[in-house]
């Protein structure tokens, strides 16, 4: 099918590249795969007249979907865990609209690798034209991997990393978690200055590259810092309930800690939660440094709050990232096997860091997500 969408290939519409999207950390209940994944009927081709007027854009711009067909793109999410997944599953939805020349089968696959795998090979059945995947666990990709490409189908690895063969895929998008963890590490050292550290991590989902990339980046630093000691590390499943009652526990078992680090913004919010019970203080001006991950618009608010004290960047909006490989596929253009989604860190208010943003209103005013 994308083969030959590829020749017949003519500009008609405008296609979005990235879309904001706003913070909505409520998600519905996820639908079972065969039912969401099931393709919306064919939508009827973009105004034909308009087609002339545009045939002088570039192929970059060009629609997709002009000879009437909408690409087919499937996306196995990872579930709704998080306000980043959240906002993250928005981007994907509005991006690969019927209107921008897409029919997205979407799949929130509720954080089951079994289900994802079992999503990717509907969509294999289904003749997609495009598959993004969003990794729940980096190992255990191989063989559905391998089926896709014998299919002919175009992967796309997104958010997180596969550990399998980069043959075996068309191309990855990211960011980079290997760096955020030692963005926080980094940082963590420069406002520390040499004194102790007594640290609890609170991690993300076992066998996530985004748990993985995190935990490897800030260990990388701890293992520079002799007087640093990581007391425990526990997963929290990237949600607040997780990180809540990680952080309960945490507290039953140390009374001598000054740094929790939490793998997303949700566990943090669950961290603060268990702290605020147990009468611990927190944040630029209590007795535990919270270092946390995603820098959502809540997770920010947090922190130009000074409640966490440094907040790294992990950018949801990568749908047009996306697209524009997608696009370029479809044009019969090669594209990168690896694409970086770039991501800064945030510091609560009073803080200079070589590392990290400043925290002000006017930046949390700019959050899309
Ligand atoms: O893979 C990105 C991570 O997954 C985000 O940090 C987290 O919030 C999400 O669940």
Same mark, same amino acid.
């Given at each position: 099918?994308?083969k ?9 519409? #405008? ?12 998600e519905?209940a996820?639908?079972?795969? #065969? ?23 570039s ?10 067909e ?13 306000d ?19 029919e ?13 795998? =079992? ?5 294999i ?7 993004c ?21 175009d ?32 940082? $963590?050292? =420069? ?9 609890? /991590? ?24 002799s ?10 499943d ?19 800690f000054?740094?929790v ?5 949700n ?16 944040? /630029? ?7 946390s991950?995603d ?21 949801? $909006?990568?749908?047009g ?12 253009? #090669? ?32 959050r899309?997500?």
């Open positions: 099918m994308k030959k969408i590829a020749l017949l290939l003519v500009s008609a519409m #405008t296609v979005s590249g990235l879309v904001a999207c706003g913070n909505s950390a409520a519905e996820p639908a079972a795969a #065969t039912e969401e994944a099931a393709p919306a009927e064919e939508e009827a081709a973009p105004a034909e007249e308009e087609a002339s007027a545009e045939e002088e854009a192929a970059e711009e060009a629609a997709p979907a002009a000879d009437g909408l690409i087919k793109v499937g996306f196995a999410q990872v579930g709704h865990e998080s980043w997944r959240a906002a993250n599953t928005k981007n994907y939805q509005d991006t690969f609209s019927e209107a921008n020349g897409y997205l089968s979407f799949v929130d696959c509720d954080n089951d690798h079994a289900v994802q795998i =079992e999503t990717v090979r509907g969509f059945e289904q003749e997609l034209d495009y598959i995947i969003a990794p729940i666990q980096s190992a255990g990709w191989d063989t559905v991997l391998q089926e896709a490409q014998d299919a002919g189908i992967v796309l690895i997104v958010d997180r990393a596969v550990d399998a063969d980069e043959s075996l895929y068309t191309t990855a998008l990211g960011c980079d978690m290997v760096a955020e963890g030692e963005a926080a590490g980094n940082w $963590l050292a =420069e406002y520390l200055n040499g004194e102790d550290a007594k640290i609890l /991590v609170i991690e993300g989902s076992v066998g996530a590259s985004a748990t993985l990339g995190r935990t490897e980046g800030f260990n990388n630093i701890v293992a520079q810092n007087n640093w000691e990581v007391l425990d590390s526990q997963s929290g990237f949600t607040q309930a997780g990180g809540q009652e990680v952080m309960e526990s945490f507290i039953k078992s140390y009374s001598d000054n740094v680090v939490c793998q997303n913004d566990e943090a919010y669950g961290a603060m939660d268990a702290m605020d019970a147990a009468g611990i203080t927190y944040g /630029v001006d209590g007795d535990v440094i919270i270092i991950f820098a959502t618009h809540d997770g920010l608010q947090y922190t130009l709050d000074g409640k966490i004290t440094c907040n790294v960047e992990c950018n949801p $909006l990568q749908a990232f996306a697209e524009e490989v997608i696009k370029k596929l479809v044009a019969g253009e #090669t594209v990168d096997k690896w694409t970086l989604v770039e991501d800064e860190a945030f510091v609560a208010p009073g803080i200079e860091s070589a590392y990290a943003v400043t925290m002000s209103q006017e930046v949390l005013d700019g899309a997500y």
